[in-house]
């Protein structure tokens, strides 16, 4: 300020004498040194840092200021006098202004951001215990949805503003500067340092052609000079699904009375063999019977000598199978039967340190998680070495960063590869919508009973499933890594070179066993087994030169490469007829006998980008950043490869302004303004050729009637003009720390416009049969959005006793397919059984529910004759709204009935801490996304032998005229089963995420004074969800197919309550 | 990457496809060869895999048999609920099974269009070409069966977008579906005949006598009788006389290619044991339960079919249709006691066709033993007690002719066009003609090749009173016609022509309301089918109008 400006003045007049200046600089809240502080003098380029002991010595003049500054802590003046020694005493910031993050292949002050870049608060994503970080970053940064999944060691679904393509989603991370697209469950979240999410084309688009979808720049921990720092924590916890959530079913009694009244609304007469079976008997009204199957007896045709014990013989083959199974007149929850509560553990030791040229943090951990659907969980083991070495007084650095690990996904459901892709009615979440409740889960001799017996339908018993399942290991060896070299040139050229590897091989057994209980089962028993591999390697080179007069110029100017080529292989296996069954031990593939078949398929790519940056500011007030990329990739022909990413931004600090300099209420504010473009070209490899293939199964043909002559078809068709998707995107936003700290946050408001989206049209059968078509680069997708962080600190400056943290976000983005192809009008997708649940229409969200719009019930025969109506409409079946206004009820009134996407996505956290205490709650929301709960197909509609849902015991009747809810009916018109309103309901939550109470004991005196902290927690995520929603968890991740279809729920995996307790500790 | 900050080799960015081809590598004779077996590839109406192909199956016993009076789809009632409405007449253009049947139809098109382009590619080239004869006849090969394909499609669906080897995927994606394609078949057949010889190297290939009885069904198809009947004729003449060909090597996987074969959809289990290229359309004809070939108990035999097996004491059929009267219901219905006990009645007078058509309880069913009744049924109420028997293999084939523990694929071939359809079709002409003589000659040679077929016996003696005799006479041009048609339906019957037979004859409406009223009365699933004239055919699958763009247009 004028001040200091005035005192170096009268200083240098009268003075002005050069002398060695020490001092020690130590933290105010612990009393600690604080190493590698900078210390520099005002106005010059002279400057050293603090040694581990905080001590620091200059040369400087008499009246000279020192600045003193360390990331985290408030910077401080002193003003030099003649022959003092110093102790400065920094208070912990409030702000994190000066903190330095890495964004694209350079790190920046965050003041010297122009870009939406989102700065994860790592410490409190680290409170919750998760597999994947993805999972903890849920509401952490404005902008990004997450939508968790409940299965161990599963992916979440990550969206960075929105839905950028018709596409793939998911966001480019780059970690410790490398690369890499995939799921996240291999990297440990404790061993991440920083977390920042580029979400504008301004920041991302130094990624080019991978950046659509936005960046997540992670880092992972480095070491610190210093002797050893020993950290161990760990911590066990108990998930408890959540039983309230449940769908609930009828009872047996309430479904045999529910299936008599579909019989009688299709004209059919029940109580009888052909129409309800053996089950109820023959009266007018269902009774229960007491066995369900005993042999080849159903029903209540088993006699007591049917059902003696002695014929009973659970074999491996279909002639001698002889089962007995009671039916369950109470009814089997089998939501309850398949789920439990299940142990999560971890523990995790590192060690950091190093001295003035070299510094090393190495780290292990496990991770232990069984999941809350039995016999399924997950186990990690990782380990981490990051170095760092310089030479040749500091000119020369170099180092690695390195991650090992190995999972094992155990059981079915827990190892997809794209969040969501265990859903559907094969699972065993999907049976247990679909097994009557009569059966029992084992029969009279405790094995498993199923639906073999009389019209019990085609569902697997859920915990069979997955019992048979327990030995189904995937598992997963991963190494992460890259070694880096950098060199000063000369004054203030650096060059950089880093080789990052991925190298991945995977490996898994699936084991089949005779299922004769089922009524579909088989005898058949089996065992397959697969490997395979993912490399990766990218090798990025940069050259930087900074130029700085100081407090007046900054330039930094950055160019460099990056060659990427990818190769991945699979391979496998199987066979049937094992002679030992369930023993691991014995299954190797020459043990079968049948059944034999083995395949193998492969992927290569590679990629090669030139790009440059340069960041400018002047005066700390006014900064420039320009980006461009030029990405050249193997996924388009020649004539198309390559394409260029340019961008640009400025803000503006009015903070450093005149007019707002010394205001004690705006300590910092910045207008950003930014516009660039980013590219997509994640798409199938080789759209721009025909392919054909020559394979047994697709092409052959045995022109003997006997044995097969090779052919070839053509498996895909060609488009030569494949070309990049660019997403064109303006943001705008405001940063500002008020009040020295006490309040700071951000506001954006950005428009994303995707353009030439790549885009598999279909085409139809008549052009192309059914090989594939081509992508075409085709069709428009907007976003816009507003976000909003707020942050309140109280009392960390100060270093009150009661410190508090509130944080809070808001984010709404608003998404419209603006254009398909022009020959394209819109395109029903998302297919289940006869469902078809969603549509790319323009003018409309990506993902909008389609379907008939719910008009209730058919209520009478005047109704009936008076209403628009379908081919097979009836008195108590569905009733539909007529769009068109034809008179009648037909395709063409199907309509946008529900949007999965959110209105607006919000969270907020609270972080306290009183003395030794510390408190950390978490909550986050998602406010009017519609959801499709398809699980109805099954418990609401009378199609199938199997469940229904309570819902349905408020059916409409003439008693209950009131109802909106249709009658059952056998002989339903497939109007009756298409998608309608009836499937969609308001997916809005809000949900405590996490909770955590923990305690700093006071550890100076223990193990000798060996031991610097001790922190004690317990916790709790999860704790408890607000919804409307009747379906399992209001978290419903996408599903896939050639578009996603995005909150359609075939029955997720939820998400469990969590009770946790842990330690950390530090040596 | 040879440099650290220029620009890299070109080749880094040059990947090849893993694991396919390009058209440079088969560019060649060996290609050409190639992708006419991937032609062929397409007539057991499956690309790869086995489950999900039923309806297009070269059988046809969806659409061709559940589809009018001779089967119902079996299984239970909620098993495959858009098979129902194919039973019931009433199907949706969403309904799967005609954008199954419409879009692997059209891939053996786009397949032969493919060779016809590929053909002519390499040919035109300098070196690695065909030779000019071979030229012609795999042109010829690739037209018969664009032929067979889109005439497959034309009596399903009626109007199609007719698309050939001189257009692009784009253009192809434009073209309407209001014109006629018979004539572009039968230009096809035509090139066929006139280009290949009567006898390939392979059985399974298309050859002259094929072109021409598949050229005659065309022409009956469209009732030009004087252009279909001298093609009949030279089929006929071309092939021993019927009388001395066993009705059964039609149905035996071992005896299959004979003499009787016209045209084949062959199948055969694969060198690795998988069936891709096997009868998957018939598959889920499995049977259910205790089984020896344990599936998923679909396609059985109606009650009506199988009395129209019932014969007179003159050893004829019941033309009248009398056999509904006091109708043979094997164990149906019965309870208790007289469930468990019943016997065949051996008694009853039946063609010995029925036993080789259909499986029923008491009966040995082909090699494997006494059909046990309701063992081998999923639901016996909802479908009835019969099973079907010419999709099936015997059980001494089982070990090699099936797919191991999915045993209900088979190798058995599936016929499309056999002699005694030829010699039916052309007896139908004969009556069109008034030439009764003719038409009655061709049917008692079919009849008296019937009564060579040795009766199924149990414990030593016939299951039934078999008896079929040749008629007499064909009093009149409409008796006659109606022999002709009832024989069509005992000699051809669940083999999938039934229901295009019923549409053509014009008599599918009448025909099929009243086996309702008689098949309705005893499964009472089927009472009540209504059906109109727009059920002849099937609706255009609305997926397929979605995506042409405007070009398709819906028949329904």
Known sequence: GPLSVHASIASGLYFQQVQTVKGKVISEQDKQPVPGAAVQIKGTSKGTVTNENGEFTIQANTGDILMISSIGFTAQEIAVAAGKSYDVTLAFSNTSLDEVVVTGYSAQRVKDLTGAVAVVNVNQMKQQPVASPVESLQGKATGVQIISDGAPGATPQIRIRGFSTINNNDPLFVIDGVPYEGKLSWLDQNDIETMQVLKDASSASIYGARANNGVVIITTRQGVKGPPKINLSSYFGTQVPNKNAFPKMMNPQQYAEYVYEAFRNSGQTPGQEGTTGNNYGTGATPTLPEYLVAGKVTGQKVTAADADPSRYNYSRASETFYQITKANKQGTNWFDEISQTAPIRNVQLGVNGGGDNATYAIGAGYLGQKGTIRHTGYNRYNGRANTRFSAFNNHFRFGENMQYSYEEFVGVGVNPNVSGDYQGEGSALGFAYRIPVIIPVYDIMGNFAGSRGDKLGNAQNPLALLYRAKDNVQKRNFFFGNVFGEVDLVKGLVAKTSFGLRYENYSGISLTYPNLEFSEGSAANGMSENQGFNTEWTWTNTLTYKWEVANVHSLTVLAGTEAFRSRNRFLSAGRNDYFLLGQTDYYYLPAGASNINNTSSGGVGSLFSIFGRADYSFRDRYLVSLTVRRDGSSNFSKNSRYGTFPAGSIAWRLSEEDFLKGNKFITDLKLRAGYGITGNQRIPAFQYIDRYESLIANAFYPFNGKSVTGGVWQKAYKNENVKWEELKSFNIGLDFTLLDGEFDGAIDWYSRKTTDMLYPVPMPAASIGMGGAPFVNIGDMKNTGIELGLGYHYGQRENKPFKLDVNVNISRNVNQVVSLAPSVKEQVYGTFRSLQTTILRPGEPFGSFYGYKWDGVYTSADDLAKSPKYSGARVGGPKYIDVTGDGQITPADRTIIGNPHPDFLYSFGINAKYKSWDLAMFFNGSQGNDLYEATRYFTDFSTFDGTASVRMLDRWSPSNPNSRTHTPNRKASDYELASSGYYVQDGSYFRMKNLQIGYNFKVDNWFKGNMRTLRAYVGASNLFTLTKYTGLDPEVSQTNSTFSALGVDFGVYPVSRQFLIGFSAGF | ?556
């Open chain 2, 1 to 556: 990457c040879a440099t650290v900050l220029g620009s890299c080799g070109a080749d880094f960015l040059e990947r090849n496809p893993q694991g396919e081809l390009s058209q440079d590598q088969i560019k060649s004779a060996r290609g050409v060869e190639g992708m006419l077996t991937g032609a062929y590839g397409l007539v057991n109406g499956n690309v790869s895999g086995t489950w999900g192909n039923y309806s297009s199956a070269p059988s046809q016993w969806l659409f061709g048999e559940v589809g009018a009076d001779n089967a119902h789809k079996g299984s239970n009632n909620g098993d495959q609920p858009n098979m129902n409405q194919v039973e019931l007449h009433d199907v949706s253009p969403t309904n799967d099974n005609t954008e199954i049947m419409w879009n692997r139809y059209y891939e053996g098109i786009a397949r032969c269009n493919n060779t016809l382009r590929l053909l002519k590619l390499v040919q035109a080239g300098a070196t690695d070409k065909l030779s000019d004869a071979r030229a012609k006849e795999v042109e010829a090969e690739a037209r018969f069966l664009r032929a067979h394909y889109y005439f497959f499609l034309r009596r399903t669906f009626s109007k199609l977008p007719y698309v050939d080897e001189t257009m692009a995927p784009e253009d192809a994606l434009k073209v309407t579906n209001e014109g006629e394609v018979y004539p572009k078949i039968e230009a096809d057949f035509k090139f066929a005949m006139d280009n290949l010889p009567v006898t390939m190297a392979d059985p399974g290939r298309a050859n002259k006598t094929a072109a021409q009885a598949y050229l005659g069904k065309v022409y009956l198809y469209q009732k030009k009788y004087d252009d279909a009947l001298p093609l009949f004729t030279t089929v006929i003449g071309a092939r021993p006389d019927i009388t001395t060909l066993p009705f059964d090597d039609n149905f035996n996987v071992v005896k299959e290619n004979g003499p009787e074969s016209i045209f084949a959809a062959q199948h055969a289990i694969n060198p690795d044991g998988s069936g891709d290229n096997a009868n998957v359309g018939d598959m889920l004809g499995g049977f259910y339960g205790t089984a020896p070939v344990s599936c998923c108990g679909f396609f059985q035999p109606t009650f009506d079919l199988v009395n129209s097996f019932r014969v007179t004491a003159a050893g004829l059929p019941m033309l009248d249709g009398s056999y509904r009267t006091n109708p043979y219901l094997s164990d149906f219905g019965l309870t208790g006691a007289a469930k468990d006990n019943y016997q065949v009645n051996k008694s009853l007078a039946f063609d010995p066709r029925l036993d080789y058509t259909v499986g029923r309880r008491g009966v040995p069913y082909r090699d494997w033993g006494i059909m046990p009744g309701d063992a081998w049924i999923r639901d016996p109420a909802y479908a009835g007690p019969f099973v079907a028997v010419k999709h099936m293999v015997d059980a001494s084939a089982r070990g090699t002719e099936t797919v191991a523990g999915a045993n209900y694929v088979t190798s058995l071939n599936v016929n499309i066009i056999r002699l005694a359809d030829v010699y039916l079709m052309a007896a139908e002409i004969y009556v069109e003609k008034n030439n009764l003589a003719a038409a009655l000659a061709l049917v008692n040679k079919v009849r008296a090749r019937a009564a060579n077929l040795p009766g199924r016996t149990v414990g030593g003696t016939p299951a039934a009173a078999y008896n079929v005799k040749p008629y007499l006479a064909f009093t009149s041009q409409d008796m006659a016609r109606n022999a002709v048609r009832f024989e069509r339906r005992l000699e051809l019957a669940l083999e999938g022509h039934r229901f295009y037979d019923l549409v053509r004859w014009g008599i599918a409406k009448q025909t099929i309301e009243s086996y309702s009223g008689f098949e309705g009365d005893i499964l009472s699933a089927f009472e009540n089918i209504t059906f109109d004239t727009k059920d002849e055919t099937f609706p255009i699958p609305q997926q397929q109008i979605d995506r042409s763009q405007g070009a398709l247009k819906q028949t329904h």
